[in-house]
C-alpha cells in the first residue's frame, strides 16, 4: 500500500464548478498535510499548509484534514481556467524532512 | 518568495553516460533536497544534501548512481551516472527555508536517456 493515495484523473470541470480532490494515507504519523499545485513543465508550488486535523481556508481554497479516517481534501470554489494545473498532495511527520506526496490529479477546468 | 534556479531544464542523454544538474538557491539554506518525478508515479525523494556532510540516501537510490554534492549553502549538483532509459524523468531540487510550509521547488530537469 502507498503511504499517500491519490486517483490521477484527469479531472474536467467547467469554469465556476466546486472542485473536489482527495487523498489518504497510511501512516498515522503524519501530522503535517501540504497541497502543492504544478503547472505544466513547471516545479510543485505550496498552495495551502496544514497542521493535524481541521480546515483552513485561504480565498478560493480550502483544504480539509480528517485524522481518523486518514483522508485529506482540497475544495475549489469558483474554479478558474488558471486553476487548470495537476494537484499534489503530500504528508510529513514531525521531525521528518521528508515529504511523502500522492501520484498527483490533473484538473482541467473549461471556460 | 524563495527562488531556486536548476539547470539544465531538458537534456537527452546517450545510455551509459552520466549528467550533472545543477541547483541554485537565492538564500542560504541548510537543508537541499532531491526529488525525481517519473511519468505517472509520486514525486520521490532521493536524498537530502546538507552542507558539510554527506548526502542521506533514501531506500532505493545509492550514491554511486545519484552521486550529490553540498559545497556551500546555496549550492548543490546531483549527477545519474551511467544512465539508462529507466533514469528518464524529471528531477527536482528544493530546499526549506522554516517550517513544514517552507519547502520551495526548481522548475526540474526532464531528462530523457536514449
Known amino acids: 500500500q502507498k503511504e499517500v493515495e491519490q486517483d490521477p484523473g484527469p479531472l474536467s470541470v467547467p469554469e465556476g464548478a466546486i472542485v473536489s480532490l482527495n487523498c489518504t494515507y497510511s501512516?498515522?504519523?503524519?501530522?503535517?498535510f501540504m497541497w502543492y499545485r504544478q503547472y505544466s513543465r513547471k516545479g510543485p508550488e505550496l498552495l495551502m499548509y496544514?497542521?493535524?486535523?481541521g480546515n483552513k481556508e485561504d480565498g478560493r481554497f480550502t483544504a480539509q484534514v480528517d485524522k481518523s479516517s486518514k483522508y485529506i481534501s482540497l475544495f475549489i470554489r469558483d474554479s478558474q481556467p488558471s486553476d487548470s494545473a495537476t494537484y499534489l498532495c503530500?504528508?510529513?511527520?514531525?521531525?521528518?524532512?521528508?515529504?511523502?506526496f500522492g501520484k498527483g490529479t490533473k484538473l482541467t477546468v473549461n471556460p | 518568495s524563495a527562488v531556486i534556479s536548476q539547470k539544465p531544464s531538458r537534456d537527452i542523454c546517450q545510455r551509459g553516460t552520466s549528467l550533472t544538474i545543477q541547483c541554485q538557491v537565492d538564500?542560504?539554506?541548510?537543508?537541499m533536497f532531491w526529488y525525481r518525478q517519473q511519468p505517472g508515479q509520486s514525486l520521490t525523494l532521493i536524498a537530502t544534501?546538507?552542507?558539510?556532510?554527506?548526502?542521506?540516501?533514501e531506500s532505493g537510490f545509492v550514491i554511486d548512481k545519484f552521486p550529490i554534492s553540498r559545497p556551500n549553502l546555496t549550492f548543490s549538483t546531483l549527477t545519474v551516472s551511467n544512465m539508462s532509459p529507466e533514469d528518464s524523468s524529471i528531477y527536482l531540487c528544493?530546499?526549506?527555508?522554516?517550517?513544514?510550509?517552507?519547502?520551495?521547488f526548481g522548475s526540474g530537469t526532464r531528462l530523457t536517456v536514449v
Open positions: 544534501a546538507n552542507q558539510g556532510s554527506e548526502a542521506t540516501y
Open positions: 496544514t497542521y493535524s486535523s
Open positions: 528544493s530546499d526549506r527555508r522554516q517550517g513544514y510550509h517552507g519547502y520551495t
Open positions: 501512516n498515522s504519523a503524519f501530522q503535517y
Open positions: 538564500s542560504q539554506v541548510t537543508m
Open positions: 503530500a504528508g510529513t511527520q514531525g521531525g521528518s524532512e521528508k515529504l511523502v
